[in-house]
């Protein structure tokens, strides 16, 4: 006799034991022959070496399909067992395939629109993404949500969230507290979109351990990112060197995603923004691909929809009238 003890920290355990235990139910059928125990999430199995090894197998290549994809139904729990050849993991029914990661308490990140479906498929392809769109289209949330999922998948062996530190009207001079408490505020989306992922006490263990890192953009000059999942978010604050500095920071093994919205640029009007050029500059170059989002991806509460409508109707009015203003202006020959 043999034992061995599977842990199943990586999934959620409720996708893989199933509603009332149904999958474990279909696990224990399989392998008649072994003692099956599950203790929190870790699996306990007893019975002979032959049969002891095939069972981790099928488990391994069921916790390798919902490190992947996050849902598995009980059919093609089925199914997974039942292929005595090769563990069939391919993709399943593609409605499941929106699910991005589970947080805390099993719930569910999906992406919820089709642009962010597209950042999901995006991402499985290229090494630099570009999501573009207004407030409220869900950029941030999803590239954060790539960037969990990859951590859990063990893609990356860290992730870094970065900001340029942008006042919007505001001072940081006048902020309270030390440099940390002054910068935290412009940080904050992306703490939230984390809390929403990740369980709180394994949050703090992965930052205290600098797995999860979040800094201003400035701190990135100097360094090498490798083997990480780093998210530029608020891109349209960065200037052109900046923006250039971040993206020949990536290593080798690396994967970024840069977002922004370039109808919210912060910077001093002697400024100007570094992400219309790096989307005109680096749109045809391979293993980068820029995702535009608009009114149709936002996610918040309705009446936004129809805010971003009205402003992008005045700004093009605007922008008519500036042209024509410039005509008037320009000498007849």
Known sequence: MTEAIINLETVNP??????????????KKKFPLLKLLSRGS??????????????????????????RNGHLSDNYFSK???????????????????????????RVIRAKTQNQKLMAQASDKN??????????????????????????????????????AVEAGESLGFLPGD?????????????????????????????????IEIAPLAYMRGR?????????????????????????????????????????IDLPKNQKSGLFKATRILQNIEGITMIKLDEADVVRHRLVKMII???????????ELEEKRKKELTPRA
């Open 14 to 27: 409720i996708e893989f034991f199933g509603i009332n235990n149904s999958k474990f139910e279909i696990l």
């Open 42 to 67: 870790q699996i306990k199995i007893t019975g002979q070496p032959d049969d002891v090894a095939a069972a981790q197998v099928k488990i391994a290549q069921i916790v390798m399909y919902l490190e």
């Open 80 to 106: 997974i067992l039942g292929d005595e050849e090769n563990g069939d993991t391919g993709n399943e029914d593609p409605a499941t395939n929106d699910i991005l990661v589970f947080g805390p308490n099993g």
């Open 127 to 164: 090494d630099i993404i570009f999501a573009i769109g207004p407030a409220g289209t869900g950029k941030t949330y999803t590239a954060v949500a790539l960037a969990v999922r990859a951590l859990k998948n063990k893609s990356v062996r860290k992730i870094i969230l970065t900001r340029p």
């Open 179 to 211: 440099l940390k408490e002054k910068i935290d505020p412009y940080l904050r989306p992306l703490y939230d979109a984390l809390d929403d992922m990740i369980p709180s006490d394994k949050l703090n263990y992965y930052m205290a351990n600098r797995i």
């Open 224 to 264: 090498t990112l490798d083997n990480a999942y780093i998210i530029l978010d608020e891109a349209q604050n960065a200037t052109e060197l900046q923006l250039k500095m971040f993206l020949t920071r990536i290593g080798a093994s690396a994967k970024a995603i840069i977002t922004g919205d370039l109808t919210q």
């Open 309 to 319: 409508r009205a402003y992008d109707k005045d700004h093009a009015h605007e922008e």
